[in-house]
């Protein structure tokens, strides 16, 4: 089984709320993390296996962890996430009246999926 790093895990218990973290319970984390994480990947190449595939798709992980009794995890691919961009952008076409065509495209960006535009001026 493949270790995870320590610090990444520690910074998620910190994000949680937690001031300071132990090392103790950071690699007590990083092991039951690394254990529940391969019995969801050995179920998810069965399952990839099983449809006669050799990838492992996002939605194999998804199956194998609702039957180890997560809820709803957030998996998404590239279309799902373009899907949900493109209705988002519809939304706010339908509701802005008046838009400047220029201005237009700045709110219909990409920023919309959650990037950041960071546009520089021209120097003459």
């Known amino acids: 089984m493949a270790e995870l790093p320590i610090a990444p895990i520690t910074k998620i218990v910190r994000n949680a709320g937690a001031q300071r973290v132990s090392g ?3 690699e ?3 092991r039951l993390l ?3 994480g391969a019995r969801i990947a ?3 190449v069965a ?3 099983h449809a006669g595939r050799k990838t492992v798709k996002a939605e194999d992980i998804r199956i194998a962890a609702e ?3 997560y809820k709803k995890i957030f998996v998404q691919n590239r279309k799902e ?3 949900e961009g493109n209705e988002l952008r519809m939304k706010k076409s339908a509701t802005s009246s008046k838009i400047n065509p ?3 495209r700045q709110i219909l960006g990409p920023h919309d999926l959650g990037f950041k535009i960071v546009r520089k001026n021209k120097k003459k």
């Open 24 to 26: 103790d319970a950071s």
């Open 28 to 30: 007590a984390l990083v």
């Open 34 to 36: 690394g254990a529940e």
């Open 42 to 44: 050995k179920k998810a």
């Open 47 to 49: 399952l990839a296996k």
């Open 67 to 69: 039957e180890q009794g």
């Open 81 to 83: 996430i373009l899907k």
């Open 102 to 104: 220029r201005r237009q």
